[in-house]
C-alpha cells in the first residue's frame, strides 16, 4: 500500500534537523522486525522510521527527539512539538515498513502540556492521512476514545470516562481483530466495539492533537494472524 503524498502536510522526519541518529545496520534490522510480524521502537540510538503526515487543519507538523529522565525504556522520547493550537489539527506519525489487518499497538505515554488538548493517540489501519481508526486518550477530559476518520471527518463510535493523569507515563493499547476493536489503558480492557469501514491491512503510527505536548516511548506493534 501507498500512502498519498499530500504536498507540504507529508514531510519525512530525515528531514529534520537533529533527527537523523546514525547507527549501522539499525534500519535492516528494523525491517526484518517488521518481516516477521513484530516491530518495536524506543527511540533510543536508532534512525527513526516513520512518515509525518497532518489530518485537518494548521501549520506543518514538527516531531522530535526529546530528552525525558523520566521516561520508562531510556532518556529518549518521541514528541510533536509545533504546539499549533488549530483544534481540527491531528499530526500523525506512521511507522515505516509495517502493515496489517489483525493487530496489537501499544504504546508509552506521558501528558506534558497543552492548553487546547493533552491527547496521545494510536491509529491502525491507516490507508492514508484521511482515512484510519484512532484510539486516544486526552489528559484535559479524563477520558478515551474510540474514532474512525473518515475523509478526513473524525467520528467517535466508543470511549469511556478515565482518568488520565498529566505528567504521568502510562500504557495505551488497541486492538484490531476482523471487525471488533479492542482499547486499554495500563493492561486493563476499557472498551470494544465493532466496525467494518476499514478492513484491509494499514499502516500503525502516532497521534496527538492541536497543541498536545505530549511524550511517547517503547511503540510495540504486533500482527496478531
Do not use: C
Request: charged share 30%; hydrophobic share 40%.
Amino acid at each position: 500500500m501507498r500512502l498519498r503524498r499530500w504536498s507540504s502536510r507529508w514531510v519525512g522526519l530525515a528531514v529534520l534537523a537533529g533527527l537523523a541518529l546514525s547507527a549501522p545496520g539499525t534500519l535492516a534490522q528494523a525491517a526484518d522486525l517488521a518481516d516477521n510480524n513484530e516491530a518495536h521502537v524506543n527511540f533510543e540510538g536508532e534512525p527513526l522510521s516513520f512518515d509525518t503526515a497532518l489530518t485537518g487543519k494548521g501549520g506543518s507538523v514538527r516531531w522530535e527527539l526529546l530528552q525525558d529522565a523520566s521516561a520508562p525504556n531510556g532518556p529518549t522520547v518521541f514528541a510533536e512539538t509545533s504546539r499549533d493550537r488549530t483544534d481540527y489539527r491531528f499530526p500523525l506519525a506512521i511507522l515505516k515498513g509495517f502493515e496489517a489487518k489483525d493487530v496489537e499497538v501499544k504504546v508509552r505515554f506521558k501528558p506534558v502540556s497543552g492548553k487546547v488538548d493533552q491527547a496521545a493517540g494510536l491509529v491502525v489501519r491507516l490507508r492514508d492521512p484521511d482515512n484510519y481508526y484512532i484510539a486516544r486518550a486526552n489528559a484535559l477530559e479524563d477520558n478515551v476514545r474510540l474514532y474512525k476518520v473518515v475523509n478526513g471527518t473524525r467520528r467517535q463510535f466508543a470511549g469511556t470516562n478515565v482518568k488520565v493523569p498529566a505528567g504521568k507515563w502510562q500504557e495505551l493499547g488497541l486492538k484490531a481483530e476482523g471487525d471488533r476493536l479492542t482499547v486499554s489503558l495500563d493492561g486493563k480492557e476499557l472498551f470494544s466495539a465493532t466496525d467494518r469501514t476499514f478492513v484491509e491491512a494499514g499502516r500503525v503510527g502516532l497521534w496527538t492533537k492541536a497543541d498536545s505536548l505530549t511524550h511517547f516511548d517503547d511503540l510495540v506493534a504486533r500482527k496478531l494472524r
